[in-house]
């Protein structure tokens, strides 16, 4: 994911970081399981740690940080943060797939750590233990996965098939639509690295539907989800979030997708597929 060191905005950088740009676009083209389009191949990677998009983080600072940075460390609040790159074995082609990530060190000079970035591959990675291996003066260390129990760990030690690869790619190049094909699912913290709460957990009324909502309403409901703390740690955070329905040809759940913009690196951007119960809605809002 990226943004330059010279950012105009924190819109303007969010939206660069929300996407997942993919990085290195090159090689042998693929289509695309979700609109069958030809899109060029390449590896998703994050231009900076995740921490320095932290709500406590002011604009101001943050561009500071990051034109301080060079393209292989980071230094911030006596963190520190080295780029790697975590390669997965594919099955087919007898090659790796790459995803480049930041890994805050355990302290300055080791080579142990936590990860630094939150992605969707499998499960959340923010926070995972991980170890880093030298590949020479001219390259990127590899990054490997400590927490062996981690999907992403199973897959980096087993492989992933190409079909997986092709999947995952498509998904960045949509991750900010909605995917109507998509079935049903219920998200949780373990699993997608975020999660709908009930409005009884926060003390708040549903909404009573007389009717179910039509495609292009917007619904209101309370979603919490897994960003950084002032450590760099994985923290909970709360927010109030709006989602536009795409698909209310189910009763007992609608297909939506996200209609706000998350302000932190998160697993869910604006765009993102969201499948919500009725009973899980805070507030509703007729489309114009």
Known sequence: MLASAAMANIDDV?????????????????YCVHCGDQHASGEPGFRFPDRVFGLDVTPE????????????TFEMD??????????LPVHEEGGTFGIGLWVQLEKQ?????????????LAPTLGVAATLK?????????????????????????????????????????????????????????????EILDPAAMAKPAVGFLQPPREGDTVKVTIRFL?????GSPAAITAGWWLRITDASRPDVWGTTLASIPRVPATLMFGSPVWVRREQVLQHAEAE
């Open 134 to 194: 030298s590949r020479g003066p001219d390259w990127r260390p590899d990054i490997v996965l400590a927490d062996h129990a981690h999907p992403l760990a199973r897959a980096q030690r087993d492989g992933i098939d190409h079909a997986t690869v092709v999947r995952w790619m498509s998904d960045e190049v949509h991750a900010d639509e909605g995917r109507p094909n998509d079935e049903p699912f219920e998200a949780s913290l373990a699993t997608h690295g975020w």
């Open 14 to 30: 969010m939206d660069e970081v929300m996407n997942q740009t993919l990085g290195e676009l090159s090689r042998v083209p693929f």
């Open 227 to 231: 960003g950084t703390d002032a450590t």
């Open 109 to 121: 000079g080791a080579r142990t750590g936590r990860i630094a970035n939150q992605t969707g591959f």
């Open 78 to 87: 006596g963190m520190h943060f080295v780029r790697g790159v975590l390669h």
């Open 61 to 72: 600072r943050r561009e500071e940080l990051c034109a301080a940075s060079d393209e292989n």
